[in-house]
């Protein structure tokens, strides 16, 4: 459904001088620097799946999904979404497909959402009962009725993403770019938001390459993640074994018994832990609490040694949080798979 090869895209960026000579010399001479945003990446996207886009700010995701959604021309490489070449602006193309930025409204601010959905409408050259059917469950599924008709200006950051993504899907797109759809939202709504887009996912079998900086949005609605740093791609893959490959090391969560006093407790702690390579407290804040980040090969000696010389009470053992094991991905090198 979206075929990526060799896909690089490169910007020529002005470099402005400081002082006011530099500055009137750069209008004659102008010196350009190039930021290579998508440095040659490949990947292949089947029908129905949904896609996590991951990387740090700058990592190349938008410029990607601008060069996939026809915004931006590519410097070289071949792209193909829908059996289409995005650049070429085939109306057939577009409405086959749609993009959400969290950041960006296509909303228009003064008027009521409707209007906007009506200019969508004639846009896309919806017909009138498939457009009324559409917008019936877009309603529905986002519970729009009550903010409809209210104008966007009015409406709340959770409301006006719901509408933005009514707007969106009122031509029924099956290949949807997804860019931080979620951002700024309260919990709730990025559940509500969650469960639309996996139910849409389902209902029209569509296509979704998603980014977003929430790991919760990732984890719930991706079987597939892709990591993307300074414009090469790190990793490509399921979640569960991104996990596997860069979780070096497990949390170890402790609770004691007031046998001894915290401070001698931690201390005695201290000296343990010294003598295991690799092994630290990360946090000791809490009264007779500690949590401790070990080698993941070694959790079960350390966790016997812990059991057999404390008052242990309770033990559990987590991997580290999805957001730093991704953050150990950007920054690791030769990972491609
Ligand atoms: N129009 C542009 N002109 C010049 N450079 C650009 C332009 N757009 C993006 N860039 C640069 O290209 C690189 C990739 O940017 P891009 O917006 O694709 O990253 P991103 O992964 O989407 O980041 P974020 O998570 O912050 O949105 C960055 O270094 C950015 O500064």
Known sequence: MIEVEHLTKHYQVHEREGGFLASLGSLFHRKYRTVKAVDDISFHIPEGQIVGFLGPNGAGKTTTMKVLTGLLHPTSGQVKVGGYVPFEHKNAFKRRISMVM????????????????????????????????????????????????????????????????????????????????????????????????????????????????????????????????????????????????????????????????????????????????????????????VELEVPREQVSTISAMLLSQFPVVDLTIEDPSVESIIGQAYTSQGARE
């Open 102 to 289: 969290g950041q960006k409204s296509q909303l228009i601010w003064d008027v009521p959402a409707i209007e906007s959905f009506l200019v969508n409408k004639a846009i896309y050259e919806i017909e009138h009962k498939e457009y009324q059917a559409t917008l019936e469950t877009l309603v529905e599924l986002l519970d729009l009725g009550a903010i409809l008709h209210k104008p966007v200006r009015q409406l709340s950051l959770g409301e006006r993403m719901k509408c933005e993504l009514a707007a969106a899907l009122l031509h029924r797109p099956d290949i949807l770019f997804l860019d931080e759809p979620t951002i700024g939202l309260d919990v709730h709504m990025q559940e509500v938001m969650r469960r639309f887009i996996a139910d849409y996912n389902r209902s029209y079998k569509a296509t979704i390459l998603l980014t977003s900086h929430y790991m919760a949005d990732v984890t719930a609605l991706c079987e597939r993640v892709m990591v993307i740093a300074q414009g090469q791609l790190l990793y490509d893959g399921g979640i569960a074994q991104l996990i596997e490959r860069y979780s070096r090391l497990k949390r170890i969560k402790l609770q004691f018994a007031p046998e001894l006093p915290d401070q001698e407790l931690k201390q005695q702690l201290r000296q343990a832990i010294q003598r295991v390579d690799g092994a630290e407290i990360v946090d000791a804040g809490e009264e007779l609490q």
